[in-house]
């Protein structure tokens, strides 16, 4: 049997080991790197919250209790913001992880994206997986 894609990213240490440097890349961004900084004060605390939704997402133990949806509609994101994040979001996993694990870590930010972007279109009422950010 197949272990948990948690368990086979490293659990939280292994999921912080991916998502520091894609948000380090996120933060330089010519087009996402401002959203984050008008919008993010503690990058501490912002990493820690995604690391939770991650582990959610992964099959993990998770402390993260929702708000995905509310927290984007907030930042008036569009299509190209989207695809930017999955660009650098692709290229990180593709850089940090094993390929099975960077495959399955790309499908499952594009099902949430594709999620999301309904959800910023105001095509679905939708609340995300489990509680499904960014």
């Known amino acids: 049997m197949t272990r948990p894609l948690y368990e086979r990213l490293g ?4 999921l912080l080991r991916l998502i520091k440097p894609f948000y ?5 961004h010519a087009v996402l790197g401002p959203i984050f900084k008008a919008h993010i004060q503690d990058w501490p605390e912002h ?8 582990a959610l ?7 993260y209790r929702g708000g995905f949806a509310g927290a984007h509609l907030r930042l008036g994101i569009d299509p190209e913001h989207f695809g930017h ?12 992880l094993p390929e099975q ?4 870590m790309i499908a499952l930010a594009h099902e949430l994206g594709a999620r999301l972007r309904r959800v910023v279109a105001g095509q679905s009422g939708i609340t995300l997986g489990g509680n499904p950010p960014g």
């Open 24 to 28: 380090a890349d996120v933060r330089q």
């Open 85 to 96: 994040w999955l660009q650098l979001w692709e290229f990180n996993c593709r850089r940090a």
């Open 11 to 14: 659990g939280h240490d292994g």
């Open 101 to 104: 694990e960077a495959t399955e």
């Open 57 to 63: 997402q992964t099959g993990g133990p998770s402390a």
């Open 47 to 54: 990493l820690a919250k995604i690391a939770e939704f991650w």
